[in-house]
Structures are given as C-alpha cells and as structure tokens.
C-alpha cells in the first residue's frame, strides 16, 4: 500500500543547531503535505500545510523563519527546525492525502514520525 | 471551525471485554470523520474511516465505529479487545479531504489489562 516515508526518525542535536525532516511520498504523489507536532502524551497541533511549488501555509502561532519547510518535489517535503532549542523538542509526523479509490475523498496517510531532543 | 472533543483520556478494560471509546465533533458543514491509532514511539495508522454511504462503518483488527450526525459523535468499538489493542486512540475529522488538515481530539489511551 501507499507509504509516507519519514526521515530521520530519531535525532539529537545541540541546541543552536539547524536540523532537517524529510518526508516523502512513496509511489504517489502529493501536491500538498501537512506538518504535526505532537508533545508527549498529547494530541496532534497542525503546524504548517506545504504546498509543492508556492510557499507554505503555517498555523496561527507558529513561527515560520523557525520552522522551514520546502516542498521540493511532488514526493518530497522538508522541515528544517532553525537554531533549535530545548522546547523544540518534539514529535514531529508528516502526512499527505491519498485518493480513496473508493468515494474520490482523499485519506491522510502518515509517516512514522520524528522524535527531536535538543540538548 | 471544526472540533473534536474525545471524553475519555484513559479508558482501562480487561482482555476479550468489550470497549467504547467515545467521539464528539462540531462542525457546521458536513464532515469526514476518521480514527487512527497510534503505538508507542510511531507514527498513526488508520483504523477506519467514514467520508459517505452507510454510517456504520469497519475497520482493521475488529473495530467499527458508527456514524450519528443527530448526536454528532462517531464512537469507537471493539466487542473483544486484545493486550495488544494497547495503545493512544484519536478521533480526527475534516471538511474538505482535499485542501484542509485534520483537526484531531485529544486522544483516548486504551489499557487493555490481562
């Protein structure tokens, strides 16, 4: 079945470092991608929307020169965490829609996440 | 503006008992409702999903859920869980499948004790 493709999916960084998500859509192609962040044992808060080609669309609240994200390609979708921090630590899972054959609606299919310690 | 409202942070039962794990949305227009699971350490795996046609709908690994758009909710059930239905449960739901994100509630923890 179709498969979202994240990586790394762990990392560890000092805290001033630039670190970078990929996500990628295998064997389909998505012409947006959406970023979560999940604290631990919390729910998931919509970051941004990527959109393959024109600039992202972040949420109210999240600071968008700290969180980069490029959407290079139509199975490619990068989130680069800028001078991280401890609070930046996080979950960070990606996901893109895919067609349900069935109905024509399309189904959030999710990567397996990113777990980020700043030190 | 989409909500979800999941009443139960944690939800305690013993192995081959039946559960529910409860969902409440608001929304003003009509929805596409979703549950995913997740295990530790993972990203979220689908369990089922209703986005038209009949309003009871099944999924993977002997869940169903059933859609009640007079009571807006679409509670999750299992008539017999496993040890290994442990897990963090959500309920999502959207507008619009093509354009917009899920919004998701706050998430159920199932414990499933032997």
């Known amino acids: 079945g179709a498969v979202v493709s994240q990586h790394p999916s762990w990392v560890i960084c000092k805290s001033g470092t630039s670190v970078k998500i990929e996500c990628r859509s295998l064997?389909?192609?998505?012409?947006?991608m959406f970023w979560y962040r999940q604290f631990p044992k919390q729910s998931l808060m919509l970051m941004a929307t990527?959109?393959?080609?024109?600039?992202?669309?972040?949420e109210q609240g999240v600071e968008k020169d700290k969180f980069l994200i490029n959407h290079a390609s139509l199975t490619l979708s990068t989130l680069t965490v800028t001078s991280a921090h401890p609070e930046d630590s996080s979950f960070y899972i990606c996901s893109a829609p895919l067609r349900d054959r069935e109905s024509g609606a399309n189904v959030l299919t999710f990567g397996a996440g990113s777990r980020l310690t700043v030190l | 503006a989409q909500s979800v409202t999941q009443l139960d942070s944690q939800v305690p039962v013993f192995e081959e008992a039946p559960v529910e794990l409860r969902c409440n949305y608001s929304s003003s227009v009509s929805v596409y409702l979703f549950w995913y699971v997740q295990y530790p350490n993972q990203g979220l795996q689908l369990l089922l999903k209703?986005?038209?046609?009949?309003?009871l709908v099944k999924g993977i690994n002997g869940f169903e859920a059933e859609f009640n758009k007079s009571q807006t909710s679409f509670h999750l059930r299992k008539p017999s869980v496993h040890i290994s239905d442990t897990a963090e449960y959500f309920c999502a739901v959207t507008s619009d499948t093509g354009r917009r994100a899920l919004t998701f509630g706050s998430g159920t923890r199932l414990q499933v004790q032997p």
């Open positions: 064997d389909f192609q998505a012409t947006t």
């Open positions: 209703y986005l038209s046609g009949s309003t």
């Open positions: 990527s959109n393959e080609g024109s600039k992202a669309t972040y």
